[in-house]
C-alpha cells in the first residue's frame, strides 16, 4: 500500500487477512463488507473479522501489524480471554477493524466451516473468506435483537441479502440456527417482507 494512497476498507481487510493467514489462524470478513457481497453494497469506514485468534498468537500478530496500526495488546489478550472483541485502527486512512474472537461459540465454529472466498479486487487480485449470506442474515438478525430491533440499517441490510440471493439460500440452515439463536420470529418477519419488497 503506497503512503501517497490511504487505503480504502477492502484494502485494510485484504492486508489483515495476509497476517491471519501466514499465521495460519482462521478468519472470516462479516458485517457490512459481507451484506455488500451478498445483498446491497453499501459504504463503511470499518471491518468486521471473525478470528479463531488464540493466545500464542498475539506476539506474532502484534509485531505483524507493526506500526500501521493501533492496537492495544492488554485489549487483545482480554478479548482472548473473554471470547469478546478487540479494534484495531489503520493509522494512515483512520479504518477500524473489528476483530471478534471465534472462541468456543459453535455458531462462530460453523461460521468458520461454511465461510466462502471471494474476490474483492482484479489488480491484483485479492481474495478474502467471507461469511456466507445465510450466516450474514442470522448474525445481523441477532445484532438487530440486541440493539432493541431499532436498527434500520441491520434491518435494510438483512432484507437486501434474502431479497438477491431468493432461492439460492439453504432455507433448512436459516431455520435451524434461527431456533438456536432465538430469531425465528425475525426471520419469519424478515422473509415476508422480502417477498413483498422484491
Known sequence: MAPDEPPDPIAVALAIA??????????LIGGSLASS???????????DFVADLRTEHVEPFLAALGREYYASEDAVRAAIEDSSSFNLIH????????VFLAGQDPFNAERLRC?????????PPGHLFVDTAEHSVLRKLEWYRRGGEVSERQWRDVIAILRVQGTLLDRARLVSWATRLGVSDLLDRALRESKTTS
Open 91 to 98: 493509522m494512515t486512512s483512520a479504518v477500524k477493524v473489528d
Open 37 to 47: 457481497v451478498h445483498g446491497e453494497p453499501r459504504s463503511t469506514n470499518d471491518v
Open 18 to 27: 495476509r497476517i491471519l493467514d501466514d499465521l495460519k489462524i482462521r478468519y
Open 115 to 123: 465461510r466462502q472466498t471471494v474476490q474483492v479486487s482484479s489488480e
